[in-house]
């Protein structure tokens, strides 16, 4: 079962940011959040960048769908960035990267 990430964002921007819920593009950009790559950039929008100890704390807890990873790797491609770069960009670890260019043969 997905989560119902409209929701779950709608709520935390009622909580802790009310003056975000009149920014049209913002609201619109809610009904697009239907993959890991998505929430990413979604909270990258709502919250800023985080600081190096949260982003390292919080990402033992993200998982990835597989086309999330694909378009992952893809961005990579189309922007020419290494591992290093893409992994600091996404705060995921460029062994990580590298791992899933091995599985899904890029």
Not at 9 to 36: N, R, V
Not at 59 to 65: A, G, H, N, T
Not at 78 to 105: D, H, M, P, V, Y
């Amino acid at each position: 079962m997905i989560p119902d990430y409209k929701q779950i964002y709608t709520d935390i921007l009622e909580e802790k940011f009310p003056e975000k819920l009149t920014d049209t593009a913002l609201i619109l950009k809610l009904d697009t959040l239907h993959s890991a790559f998505d929430i990413l950039k979604f909270n990258q929008l709502i919250f800023g960048e985080p600081e190096y100890t949260v982003g390292f704390n919080s990402q033992r807890l993200r998982s990835y769908d597989e086309a999330s990873i694909l378009k992952i790797l893809r961005y990579q491609k189309q922007n020419e960035l290494t591992n290093l770069q893409l992994g600091r960009q996404f705060k995921i670890s460029r062994n990580t990267i590298a791992k899933w260019k091995n599985i899904f043969k890029l």
